[in-house]
Structures are given as structure tokens and as C-alpha cells.
């Protein structure tokens, strides 16, 4: 098991952005594909965004496409998660989460490990 703790939620106004970090200690960070989970009020939980153990290979949400950047650094045991032209149904709680499974079957089901959470507001 690994432990996540994300960072760099808040609010912001429509238009803005905000980076989110997701920092993961305990077991090598490089035995993990990621990804990016958020859950809104009311609303079916979206797996945003996933990324292989090396970065190589990414897949996005329709919803976020071309407007959200994810990135991991090896190095630092750290996954990122850059959100531009943020809208307000953005607003969430973003999740990270580590999993073992293959990339191209990773989902909410499969995630071994998941952060706490931090909220995206995003106000119109």
C-alpha cells in the first residue's frame, strides 16, 4: 500500500486555473499507473484523467480534454494535475488514487489507493 495526499485545491473564478499535486509515500511510486477521480454533489463519479508508471501513455475524460494536463515525476514521487479554463461544473472533489492494474483497464474499481480529497470550486 501507498499513502496520497493531494494538494492545491481552492476556488477560483471561471476562466482560471489551479494545479493539483498528488505526493505518494510508502511503496515505490513507479510500481503505480495513477489517475485523477473527482465527485461532485449529486453527480456520478468521474475517473478525469489516468497516466502510466513511466508518463508515457495518458487517457482523458471527453470533459476535460485539451483543457487539463496530468503529469507525474518519478523523481519526486509526485503526480500533478494541471486544470486550465476551468468551468464551474468542474467543481468537485479531486481524488488521486495508485492502482496496480493495467492502464488500459484502470478505473474507480481498480484503484488500490486513494487520497483524502481536495475541493475545486470554481465559481461562475
Known amino acids: 500500500q501507498v499513502q496520497l495526499i493531494e494538494s492545491g485545491g481552492g476556488l477560483v473564478l471561471a476562466g482560471g486555473s489551479l494545479r493539483l499535486s498528488c505526493l505518494v509515500s510508502?511503496?515505490?511510486?513507479?510500481?503505480?499507473?495513477m489517475g485523477w477521480i473527482r465527485q461532485a454533489p449529486g453527480k456520478v463519479r468521474e475517473f478525469v484523467v489516468k497516466?502510466?508508471?513511466?508518463?508515457?501513455?495518458?487517457y482523458y475524460a471527453d470533459s476535460v480534454k485539451a483543457r487539463f494536463t496530468i503529469s507525474r515525476d518519478n523523481a519526486k514521487n509526485t503526480m500533478y494535475l494541471q486544470m486550465n479554463s476551468l468551468k464551474p461544473e468542474d467543481t468537485a472533489v479531486y481524488f488521486c488514487?495508485?492502482?496496480?492494474?493495467?492502464?488500459?483497464?484502470?478505473?474507480?474499481?481498480?484503484?488500490?489507493?486513494w487520497g483524502q480529497g481536495t475541493q475545486v470550486t470554481v465559481s461562475s
Open positions: 488514487g495508485a492502482s496496480r492494474s493495467p492502464l488500459n483497464v484502470l478505473t474507480s474499481d481498480n484503484i488500490n489507493s
Open positions: 510508502g511503496r515505490a511510486f513507479t510500481n503505480y499507473n
Open positions: 497516466i502510466s508508471i513511466s508518463g508515457g501513455s495518458t
